[in-house]
C-alpha cells in the first residue's frame, strides 16, 4: 500500500512539484476513493488523526501511485532514464546491451523459456534502482527464497524484471534471470514526473508487460519485491482460477468482490479469459483517467464485463498472504509477508529485517514450540501507524514522503 517509501531524497535540489497538493487532493477524493480507512479502527485512533491520516495516506497513494511497481525517484529526480546504455549497442558492455536488437519479444520468450516451470508458469518481480542498492529491499527478497520452505528451488523460475539500468546491472550479479524493461516511445531525456502522463504510463506498462506475457503462453505469479517469501505458495493457490491475488484486508470469503486486493501479489494462468481481462484492465486506463492499476482494478472488479468474459478471480487469504496490514497470525500456515502499510523506505526495510529474523527464530524452535504457534512476528513496528503522526499536516508529509 505504501507509494510513499519508493521516493528517495534527491541528492542536491528539491524539484518543484509538477501539480500542487490541493490538486491532488482535490482529484482524489473522490466518492468512489478506497476506504483506507478500514485498517483503522475508529476507536483507537482520535477523529482528527483520522481524517490526518486519510488525508496523508489518499496523498501518498497518489503520489507513490503505483503500489506494485514502485517507480522510484533517481537522483536525477523522477525520470525514467529508460536504459540509455541498453540502447546504444555499441558501449562496449554487452551485459548491458540485452535488448538492443529491438527484438525484445524475442529476448522475453527467451528468459521465460529459461526460468519457466514444466508447466509454463514464472516468477515475475519488478525491480527499479532504489530497491536493487546492495544491502536493500533485493537481498532481503532473495534471502527469503532461501531460507523459505520449499522455496530456494523457486529462484530457478523466478525473473527478475529491471525497470532501469542499475537494477539491471545488480539483477546480472545477482540472479540467473533478468530482463530489462524498455519503454518505448519515451525518449531517455524525457523526464516522467509523478502523475503526469509519462509517469501513468510507466506504471501501466506493468499491466501490458504481464498482457504479453501471458499471450505467449505462460502462467505467472507476480510479485512485489517487498513480499518474503516464507513457504512455497503453490500449494494455496486455487485450482481452477484464473486470477487470484493477495489483499490488504481479507473479508474472510475469497470469492467476496469486496475484498481489497493488493496488486503486489498475484497468481494468473494463460488462457483467452486472463488475457482479455488484461487488455480490459489496461484499457480501462482510459475510462478511469488519471488512477493507477490497482485503483481501477478496484472499479473494474465490479464490471459486468468480468463476468461476461467467465474469467475466475479470487482473493488470497491473508492467513498464507499475509502483510503488515494484515500479519498472517500463524507462523505454521505463512507463505508470504508484503511490506504493505508502510511508509518510507528506511521504515520498510527496518520492518522487512525484523520479519525475516522472526523468521529465523520460528524455523530454530524446537517443534512442539512451532506447533503450539504461539509465536507472534515482531512487526509492524516502524510502518506502523505511529510513523505517520510525526508529520503535522498532509502537505508536510507529501514533502517528508518525496523526501524518503
Ligand atoms: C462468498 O461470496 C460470494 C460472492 O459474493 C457469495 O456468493 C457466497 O455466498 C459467499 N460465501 C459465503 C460462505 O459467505
Ligand atoms: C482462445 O480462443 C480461440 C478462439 O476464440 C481458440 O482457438 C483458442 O484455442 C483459445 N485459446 C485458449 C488458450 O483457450
Ligand atoms: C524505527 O523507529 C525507532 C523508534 O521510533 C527509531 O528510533 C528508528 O530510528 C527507526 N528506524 C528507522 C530505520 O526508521
Known sequence: MNKASLLRPQST?????????????????TPSFPASTSMFPDSTVPRAV??????????????????????????????FNIFPSLRNSNNGDSKLSINDDGDDDYKLEKVLKEAAMEDKTVIIATLNEAWAAPNTIIDLFLESFRIGQGTRRLLNHLVIVALDRKAYKRCMESHAHCFALVTQGLDSHDEAYFMTPAYLEMMWRRIDFLRSVLQMGYNFVFTDADI????????????????????DHFSGNSSDIQNRPNGGFNYVKSNNRSIEFYKF???????????????VLNFIKFDPFIEDL?????????????????????????CTMHANCCYGLDSKL?????????????????????????????VPQNCSLNSLRRYDSPEKSVQQSLQQ
Open 13 to 29: 535540489t528539491r524539484r518543484q512539484l509538477p501539480v500542487t497538493t490541493r490538486q491532488l487532493l482535490r482529484a482524489r477524493f
Open 50 to 79: 483520522l481524517v490526518f491520516v486519510v488525508i496523508s495516506i489518499s496523498v501518498l497513494l497518489l503520489y507513490g501511485a503505483a503500489d506494485s511497481l514502485r517507480f522510484q525517484s533517481s537522483s536525477s529526480g523522477y525520470s
Open 228 to 247: 518474503m517469501w516464507f513457504r512455497d505458495p503453490f500449494p494455496r493457490f486455487y485450482l481452477d482460477a484464473d486470477f487470484q491475488i493477495a489483499c
Open 281 to 295: 484492465w489496461y484499457s480501462s486506463r482510459e475510462s478511469y483517467p488519471g488512477y493507477h492499476d490497482q485503483d
Open 310 to 334: 467467465g474469467l475466475k478471480m479470487r482473493f488470497l487469504d491473508t492467513a498464507f498472504f499475509g502483510g503488515l496490514c494484515e500479519p498472517s497470525k500463524d507462523l505454521n500456515l505463512v
Open 350 to 378: 527496518h520492518d522487512l529485517r525484523i520479519m525475516l529474523q522472526d523468521w529465523k527464530t520460528f524455523l530454530s524452535l524446537p517443534p512442539a514450540l512451532k506447533r503450539s504457534s504461539s509465536m507472534l512476528w515482531r
